[in-house]
């Protein structure tokens, strides 16, 4: 078993039993289910909005060459630069420049998950460069070095008293278990740091090719003030999150709002052109955009799974995931948690070493059904499995699954099995729950049902030969 | 009308009077029942591991068995799933794609075929008691039924059908998923239990005995009184 499988084993199993916790992400849950069903409603026709959602990131993915160079043309034409990065390597190392040539002394950041993904705030640090977090929720996690627990709810997992007490450590504040006076606490830190800051790096939920702009959608501000108070603004985006049309924002900008946070509309949706044009007052003096690569080609090559590309990074999946809602999400170590991730971070980071979270699925199809852009998500899963298969069969599986063939495609054989079984299933009940058990990973939490007295194929004979039934 | 029943191994092996059951009812609404006694397993078990070509090798046999057949029923949502949805997947670009489909345009999960091939809602069944139906995943989002099962309990005399809290949610079976992390599972069966037992329900019945294997070992190991019945036996109740 390779190591992250191993680590998700062992995490998985200490998330599982901290019932409290548990119970607290379904109650953190509740209120975004609740509020999902009154704003889905709203669209009148849900499926029909996800199939044209659908629609409109099919023609975009399936044209990202096209799309990705008239997002560039246009973006250039304002004086934007835009730097293609293959892999996280180059995209780290573009950015690690653009501080050292602008001096770069203060920087903050608004939440982009690509930054997690290239492991960004590592670099600068190592590299002498502080950064601040302007989400409050990233910057909880921030404070606390702990990665974000859920690509859209970072902080989803702790509860007040937690992070009263880590702005009390980190931050020198009183503690309180008023939510205002935290966010208070919060924003009085960051307003500092927004004004010293002379680089602004932020993400983007989607790029409109055909205006060159940058689409950022946010609840509390902080992206606004990443990209207008620095002098340099850095934006690190997906190839995938290109549009056609600015007209495509009028079904995906609510969209994100209600999957992502069961809102009619984020609060705040931003569309950013460039660097300060002459005559304007506000804006960057430099505008950056890197368009980050590593490895989505893959999934591009990949016609099973290019809809995967379709994402808009909204986390509904994870929100109805029972899996990621019982193990949590720092049991993926992950970028991206739940169905999406354990879909594509074999594909951005290695099949053989990621396969175990398409296995870590029962397949239940939750994911899929609520994608609002309808990724085939558990059937992706299913894909994984055989393609981790294809390229490296486990060994005792393989034979076990040969004996399966060798038994099941001989009908007298399975036929004699089955009148063993019930003897099989009772002297599994003298061992049930011990070492010697063949069943024990289910038996340990489980009891087997009783053995019935007769198979069915052994009644339906007794039955053709007029017996009793 | 004859109907071909499709009994899945562990069904045939662990829950046969759900298939006796199935069999009473099927004949109680004027059909005759056929039961290819040759049939095995649908192959899911490798299917769901990545074994696709050990899969093919089960499910090509299972081709044989049902090609004769005039309509297909299948004694678990999940089980039929694999015949409806994954048998066409499997056989793609293969020489036996043709008749995965025309097996798949043939099946029917059992409450379906009640419901939707034969219209019946009410098959004069009586079952005194508190009732809370689980939806099998396979079933429900695979297949698109909630309905009919729902619609078929309510028919039955006698009978107080009790939604669950989140009836949707998985129950943490998912085959081998089960045994490669039994923790996560036994997790989602806890969650699963606990909106079961609160519903005062005596009896928690699905249209899928893999749900209601991995509902009752968890429901008898923490010594609760609700019991576990396919949809098939409370219909066969008289």
Known sequence: MSTAASTFQHDATAAAADRPRRDFIRFALSGYFAKRRVTQDAYGDWQAARQAAAEIKFEAVNHLDTY???????????????????????????????CREKEIRSIVKSKTMTSE??????????????????????????????????????????????????????????????????????????RQEFCRADLGISGANFLIAETGTLSITENEGNARLTAALPRIHVALVGIEKVLPKLADLALLLPMLGTAGAAQLLTAYNSLYGGPRQPGEVDGPEEFHIVLLDNHRTRLLADPEQRDSLHCIRCGACLNVCPIFKNVGGHTYG?????????VITPHLRGLQDWKHLSNASSLCGACTETCPVKIDLHHHLLQNRRNAVAQKP????????RGFVFLMNRPGLYRLSGKFSPLGLRLQA????????????????????????????????ERRAGGPR | ????????????????????????????????????????????????????????????????????????????????????????ELFHHTPFEAEAKALAAKTYEFSEFLVKKLGVTD????????VTFHDGCHALRELKLKEEPRQLLRAVRGLDLVEMKEAETCCGFGGTFAVKFPQISTAMDEVKCHSIVETGADVVVSNDSSCLMQITGYLNRHGQAVRGMHLAEILASR
């Open chain 1, 68 to 98: 990705l160079e008239e997002f560039t043309r246009n973006a250039e034409a304002r004086g934007t630069k835009v730097f293609w990065a293959s892999n996280s390597a180059q995209a780290r190392d573009y950015i690690l420049n653009l």
């Open chain 1, 117 to 190: 993904e290239i492991h960004l705030n590592d670099a600068l640090e190592h590299a002498g460069y502080g950064v601040v977090e302007s989400d409050l929720g990233e910057l909880i996690v921030q404070l606390r070095k702990e990665a974000p627990y859920h690509f859209v709810f970072p902080c989803m997992h702790l509860k007040r008293d937690e992070i009263s007490a880590t702005f009390e450590e980190k931050l020198g504040s009183a503690p309180t278990d008023d939510p205002e006076e935290l966010t208070m606490i919060a924003r009085r830190h960051l």
């Open chain 1, 334 to 342: 992950t970028t991206y948690q739940g169905p999406i991730g354990s």
């Open chain 1, 394 to 401: 486990v060994g005792w599986e393989k034979a076990l699954y």
């Open chain 1, 430 to 461: 003298v061992v049930q729950g011990t070492v010697l058990d063949p069943l024990r990973a289910w038996t340990k939490t489980r009891d087997l049902p009783p053995a019935p007295p007769k198979t069915f194929k052994q009644l339906w004979a």
């Open chain 2, 1 to 88: 009308m004859k109907v071909t029943l499709f009994v899945p191994c562990f069904v045939d092996q662990l829950f046969p009077h759900a298939a006796v059951s199935m069999v009473e009812v099927i004949e109680r609404l004027g059909h005759t029942v056929d039961y290819p006694e040759e049939q095995t397993c649908c192959g899911q078990p490798p299917f769901n591991s990545g074994y696709w070509d050990q899969a093919r090798a089960v499910a090509e046999r299972t081709l044989r068995v049902f090609r004769d057949a005039e309509v297909v029923v299948a004694g678990s949502g999940s089980c039929g799933t694999m015949f409806k949805v994954f048998y066409p």
């Open chain 2, 123 to 130: 098959v004069g069944a009586r079952f005194d008691g508190r």
